[in-house]
Every structure is written in structure tokens, then in C-alpha cells.
């Protein structure tokens, strides 16, 4: 009994330490600032592996996302005749909601992973080490890119995840379920705001960008150098970086949309 | 890959980003350079908002003239005050207009309805409805017809 207490608060400690120790992480990582001229190029490979390799899964889920909020949207709203505010449905849901929270968690599976195990190799490899052997700070040259890269591609993708989503819809709602495409696109612009909802959304997956990103790089870092252990840091990756989306956001939902 | 190719591939990637955004301003959320032009604030008292939002529409013989701004409950009067920013190029509102809280459709949204009113006058900045007409309100239609009055 007293044992099981014990490992109980132990677990709870641990658990403390580790966000300290992200936390720590984090400051190292950003206090370096790396010099543009060798920064800027490893930036850009790594902005292209983590936001452009990962443009194709984003459209072509924001398309079918869309799709089908059209279709489901049409069954619904036509029961009450006014199937002409499907357009402000799509585009406050895709705007709102689903555009940066789809997106991050696609992102947390789809890139956060690949840093995680790429991270995870690199240590168990004992590449990190040999770079502090050659003096080369690894959290600048390897952790740092990443973090920043996924900073910077998460808004863009949840961007273009909405504007695929919205067009997707269209597609289903107006060419095929025969919607006025001007209702559609009408009631879309009477309902949205620019900086109340779609500025909002934008915050909301910066956000989220940060947060998966950051919970990759360092369970990648921080990993086991085995391989059991890399593969139980991918899996943390993915598991925290979508529980902590889904619970920020609603946090952030309750705080830029909750006053009504 | 070579470093030049990643470069081009990542700034057309954030290309597409911006030129999406742009779709979302202006495609999306009607968000054009024109809609920064002036506008002029008055005011009416109501007994009853009903249902009408901040956002909401504020229309003349069904054509958009302004937005509601703001409500608020006044505490002297116990009446609700709301703030409408009308468009500045609808600059001769006669002063006995009256605003009325009407709904579109039998379940669509409130909004306040301009009636013009006959007088040379016209509503300036700050000024207030002389007249208004609150929201209807079913329940108390059926209560007082249940009950006769």
C-alpha cells in the first residue's frame, strides 16, 4: 500500500520534472540564435520536408472534410428550407474549428513523428553526441530548425486546409446539391469576420504549430537511444501532441468565442 | 535535392499560404478595401431587443444600410440602448424615422428595419430614434390572444 503511495507521488514528481525539463529545453533552444547565413538554408530543408511534403495529406483531407460537411450540412438545413446558410456553416466550422485542429493533428501524425524518430536516430546513433564532440551545439543546428519550421508551416497548412474545405463544399453544395452559389458565397461573407474569425482560427493553429512542434523535437531529444525507446517516443508524440491540441483547444475556444 | 529547388518549393509554399488568406479576407469574410469607408453612429431605445446581436444587420426597405454596434441596458430608463453605425453615404435618414425589430423569415434572424418617417430633417451623428417598435414576440401574442385582449 505504502509502495504503491509512494510510486504514485514519484510518477507525480517525474511528471513535474519532465515539464521542467521541456521547459528548459525550449529556452536553450530558442536562446541560441543561429546565424543566418548557415541558419537560413537548414531552415528552408526543413520547412520543405515538414510543410511542404505534408501539403498533400492537408488538401486532400480539407477536401473531403468540406465535402462532407457540405453534404451532411444540405440533409440537415433543407429540412427547415434554408439550405442557402450552408455556405456560413462550412466556413465558420473550417474557420473556427476544424481548420486548426484537423490540421495539427494530421501534422502531429504526418511530421511530428518523422522529427520524433528522426530526432530519436540521430541520438541513438550517437550523432548529437559526436556533434558536441566537434563542438557544434545540436539544439541549434538540429533542434532548432525544427521547432521552427513546424512554427511557421502549421499556420500555412491550416490556412489552406480552410480555403480547400470551403471550395470543397462549394463543390458539393452548389454544383452538385444545386445551392444558389450566390447564398452560398453571400451569407458566407455576412457571417464570417475577418478578424474575429478567421485572425482567431490563424492564432489558434500558430498555437498549435508551437506546441506539436515542440512536444516532437523534445520527445525526440529526450528519447530512450534504443529502439524500443524511439518507437515509444513517436507513439508519445503523436498521443500528447493531440491531447494537448484538443484540450488547448478548447481553452482557446471558451476564451475568443466563449463571450456570447 | 539541390539547396535552390528546396528554396523555390518552400516559397511557393508560403506563396500559396498568403494567396489562400487572401481568399479567407476577401472571399470569405466579404472583407473588401471599400468596407473602410466612414460610417456615423446613432442610437434607439427599445423596450424589447428580442434577439437582435452586436454584428447584426440594420436595413432600409430591405437594402443593408448599417450594423448594430453595440446593446446595453440603459439603467434609468430600464430600456435597451442600441448603437448602429450606419453607412456614411446614407446621410439623410429623416429625423421621425422610426427603428423596428423585425425578423427575416418565420425562424431567420433579427434585424432593425429603418421606416422612413416625412421630415426635411435628418438623423445626425449621436442622435437618437424618436420612435421604435420592439421585437415581436410570439409567446406573448398567443398569451394575449389565449386571454382576449
Known sequence: ?260 | MTQRTTDITVGLFMLAGLAALLFLALQVSGLSPKSAKSTYTIYADFNDTGGITPRGRVSMAGVTVGTIDSISLNKETFQARVAMSIHGDVDNIPADSAAVIRTSGLLGEQYIDISIGGEMDSLKEGDTFYSTQSAMNIERLISNFASGK
Not at chain 1, 6 to 11: I, K, Y
Not at chain 1, 39 to 45: A, D, N, R, T, V
Open chain 1, 1 to 260: 500500500m505504502i509502495n504503491r503511495i509512494a510510486s504514485f507521488g514519484r510518477s507525480g514528481i517525474d511528471l513535474v520534472i519532465s515539464f521542467g525539463q521541456a521547459g528548459r529545453f525550449l529556452a536553450g533552444v530558442l536562446s541560441g540564435v543561429p546565424h543566418p547565413a548557415t541558419g537560413f538554408p537548414l531552415l528552408m530543408k526543413q520547412l520543405y520536408s515538414v510543410g511542404v511534403l505534408s501539403l498533400a495529406i492537408i488538401v486532400v483531407s480539407g477536401l473531403f472534410i468540406g465535402m462532407v460537411l457540405g453534404l451532411q450540412g444540405y440533409t440537415i438545413l433543407s429540412d427547415f428550407g434554408s439550405e442557402a446558410a450552408i455556405g456560413q456553416m462550412i466556413a465558420l466550422t473550417l474557420v473556427r474549428e476544424l481548420g486548426p485542429v484537423v490540421t495539427a493533428l494530421l501534422f502531429a501524425g504526418r511530421a511530428g513523428s518523422a522529427l520524433t524518430a528522426e530526432i530519436g536516430l540521430m541520438k541513438a546513433t550517437e550523432q548529437l553526441s559526436s556533434m558536441e564532440m566537434m563542438g557544434v551545439d545540436p539544439l541549434r543546428r538540429v533542434i532548432a530548425p525544427r521547432l521552427w519550421a513546424g512554427f511557421i508551416a502549421m499556420p500555412v497548412l491550416a490556412i489552406i486546409f480552410s480555403m480547400v474545405g470551403i471550395w470543397g463544399g462549394m463543390l458539393v453544395g452548389v454544383e452538385w446539391l444545386g445551392v444558389f452559389e450566390g447564398s452560398y458565397w453571400g451569407n458566407m461573407q455576412a457571417s464570417v469576420d475577418f478578424w474575429d474569425d478567421v485572425v482567431n482560427g490563424v492564432i489558434k493553429s500558430v498555437v498549435f504549430g508551437f506546441v506539436c512542434a515542440w512536444i516532437a523535437v523534445y520527445q525526440g531529444y529526450d528519447c530512450v537511444p534504443t529502439s524500443a525507446g524511439i518507437s515509444s517516443a513517436t507513439t508519445k508524440t503523436v498521443v500528447y501532441s493531440s491531447l494537448a491540441v484538443l484540450g488547448l483547444d478548447f481553452v482557446l475556444t471558451a476564451v475568443m468565442f466563449g463571450n456570447f
